[in-house]
């Protein structure tokens, strides 16, 4: 097969008419998946990724009526900042998901400061192999460069941490676009998820995932390496 085809073969794209009615229904899915992995094996991972387009998500599924005391938290990416930062994902968590019915659930922050990126991303990268891995759900954003993850293009450390054969959970990433130094989870983390989902808004990101459906290297738009590698389909939820 080529690329492109991989790639459409392994998406699911549902679109909604708004971020509320998208929020609701994603909050929906994923509180489903997370109810199915308590009742499957009596606990839950679930790994999520900042910036702005996720906070009516995360509001939403602070309020699912789920065994939150059986679910653990965790980030996707986050900047090497300490959580009481505007740019901190662990802030951002703690602020919209953390709250309501999920105060109760477990987190585990991606960011210590405990050393340079490089140091903390060791140090990260056991406390996540230490959970009941895979993630019962992911849930990815995307760029508008392509990124998603801290897979920035031009990352220092892209090939690496895009690698399917990745051994580390977490590692350390620089790039021109990204601000901060950044930890990430690495692709076989993500990609081996029960529930995989990329939440996109707007017509911009549907013009980007368009394209990265579309033949080309995975260095360009490395959100490219998650479509053609997720070991389930990659479920779209989009609203304009």
């Not at 991303?121 to 056991?126: F, I, L, W």
Request: hydrophobic share 45%.
């Amino acid at each position: 097969m080529k690329a492109t085809e991989i790639a459409q073969a392994n998406i699911r794209h549902s679109s909604f008419a708004d971020g509320h009615e998208l929020a609701e229904a994603l909050a929906d899915r994923v509180a489903g998946a997370l109810a199915m992995a308590i009742t499957a094996r009596g606990a839950a991972t679930l790994a999520v990724s900042g910036g702005t387009t996720p906070k009516a998500f995360f509001a939403a599924l602070s309020k699912r009526a789920i065994e939150w005391s059986k679910v653990t938290v965790t980030l996707v990416d986050e900047r090497m900042v300490p959580p009481s930062h505007e740019r901190s994902n662990h802030r951002l968590a703690t602020l919209f998901l953390l709250q309501n019915k999920a105060a109760e659930a477990g987190f585990v922050p991606l960011y210590h400061a405990n050393g340079d990126a490089e140091a903390v991303a060791r140090t990260t990268s056991a406390a996540i192999d230490a959970l009941a891995l895979p993630f019962d759900v992911v849930v990815l954003g995307m760029g508008t460069d392509g990124h998603t993850a801290s897979f920035f293009p031009g990352g220092t450390t892209l090939d690496a941490v895009t690698d399917p054969a990745c051994a580390r959970s977490v590692m350390a990433i620089e790039a021109p676009g990204a601000g901060e130094p950044r930890l990430t989870l690495t692709l076989p983390r993500i990609v081996e998820a029960g529930l995989l989902v990329l939440h996109i808004e707007g017509e911009q990101k549907q013009a980007v995932l368009a394209k990265a459906l579309g033949a080309g290297p995975e260095t360009e738009m490395p959100v490219r390496s998650v479509l053609r590698h997720a070991k389930t389909p990659v479920e779209i939820y989009w609203a304009p």
